[in-house]
């Protein structure tokens, strides 16, 4: 089945600076969703991305989907520290499953 | 808050015990997804409904869990002689039938620690 890799694992910023995970598949992804986890929270959905090149953007982050559909970046512009937890990639699939990458755990130092 | 309710929030049970989670699902929602979510990893899909059939159950759900949704709206995940490695946190979501662009809406976990 589909799978997604995400990276980095981890990512450790001072506040202001920039932020970008990267999500990768070996196969061509039909979307690509993007959900927020805070520390003891559960996931929320924050955009999907359905065609070749989208660039969606909402306030600072800024999300991308590859030409060919086989990968996405979510990328902040001057994090806060409002912005820590961790960013999932994920993959709607047959039935509305969503299959998920690693996760990106992003902390902020203020 | 999302509309998805999950209950209990947390559940210590002792090793060989029977747990039951129970998820509340967006009313107009008739799609409802249970997902396992160990620390440090991605939430992983154990089964969903539509309506009160279960259409799809990942390999991860051995014989020991069972889901129910039985009148299509709220739903129950029961495990049986818990083990310790069924510690996780129990995630349902649900959103309207559709295609994958429909939101999913997820609650807020159910904790379980087998002991």
């Known amino acids: 089945g589909q799978q997604v890799m995400q990276i980095p694992q981890y990512q450790h910023v001072q506040e202001g600076e920039d932020f970008t995970t990267y999500c990768n598949s070996s196969t061509t992804l039909s979307n690509i969703q993007w959900y927020k986890q805070r520390p003891g929270g559960h996931p929320v959905f924050l955009i999907q991305?359905?065609?070749?090149?989208e660039v969606k953007k909402q306030k600072r982050l800024t999300f991308q989907f590859g030409e060919a559909k086989k990968n996405s970046s979510l990328h902040i512009t001057a994090t806060q520290t409002t912005d820590v937890g961790t960013y999932f990639c994920?993959?709607?699939?047959?039935?509305?499953?969503?299959?998920f990458g690693q996760g990106t755990e992003l902390s902020v130092k203020p | 808050d999302t509309g998805v309710s999950q209950d209990p929030r947390h559940k210590i049970t002792k090793r060989g015990q029977n747990v039951t989670f129970r998820c509340d699902p967006i009313s107009e929602h008739n799609r409802l997804y249970w997902y396992r979510q160990t620390l440090g990893q991605g939430p992983e899909f154990l089964t969903y409904?539509?309506?009160?059939?279960?259409?799809?159950k990942s390999r991860l759900l051995s014989d020991r869990f069972s889901a129910e949704r039985p009148k299509g709206s709220f739903s129950t995940l029961e495990i049986q002689r818990t083990e310790q490695g069924d510690s996780a946190m129990y995630l349902c979501?649900?959103?309207?039938?559709?295609?994958?662009?429909?939101?999913?809406?997820f609650g807020p976990g159910t904790r379980l620690l087998v002991l």
């Open positions: 994920a993959v709607g699939n047959q039935g509305g499953k969503l299959i």
């Open positions: 409904f539509q309506n009160e059939a279960q259409l799809e």
């Open positions: 979501a649900s959103r309207k039938a559709g295609r994958y662009q429909e939101t999913q809406y």
């Open positions: 991305l359905v065609k070749s090149g």
